[in-house]
């Protein structure tokens, strides 16, 4: 089993800022990948950014081009997101995955609310 633990969600104003942090536990040999999705009300579930462990290669939804950043701590299981410039559309409950030997594991979920 593969324990994901989220943490640094909040309020912030508009153009503010937040990092997340999400550390990984349990038996985690051999992650593929590393990453956060994210699901407004009302909306579906979608991917953000993520990392691929082994070569270190970062992915992300056009949406925050240019504004958030992934990266990861191998040596600390820890993947982080910085998010710059918050928008109310990027108001949502952020959620931590990570593929490990082909089964998808999930945090519980971090809100992330951004004030007009």
């Known amino acids: 089993q593969v324990q994901l633990v989220e943490s640094g969600g909040g309020l912030v104003q508009t153009g503010g800022s937040l990092r997340l942090s999400c550390a990984a536990s349990?038996?985690?040999?051999?992650?593929?990948?590393m990453g956060w999705y994210r699901q407004a009300p009302g909306k579906q579930r979608e991917l953000v950014a993520g990392?691929?462990?082994?070569?270190?290669?970062?992915y992300s939804a056009d949406s925050v081009k240019g504004r958030f950043t992934i990266s990861s701590d191998n040596a600390e299981n820890t993947v982080y997101l910085q998010m710059n410039n918050l928008r109310p559309e990027d108001t949502a409950v952020y959620y931590c995955?990570?593929?490990?030997?082909?089964?998808?594991?999930w945090g519980k979920g971090t809100l992330v609310t951004v004030s007009s």
């Open positions: 990392v691929m462990w082994s070569s270190g290669r970062t």
């Open positions: 349990g038996a985690i040999f051999n992650i593929y990948t």
């Open positions: 995955n990570s593929v490990v030997r082909g089964i998808d594991y």
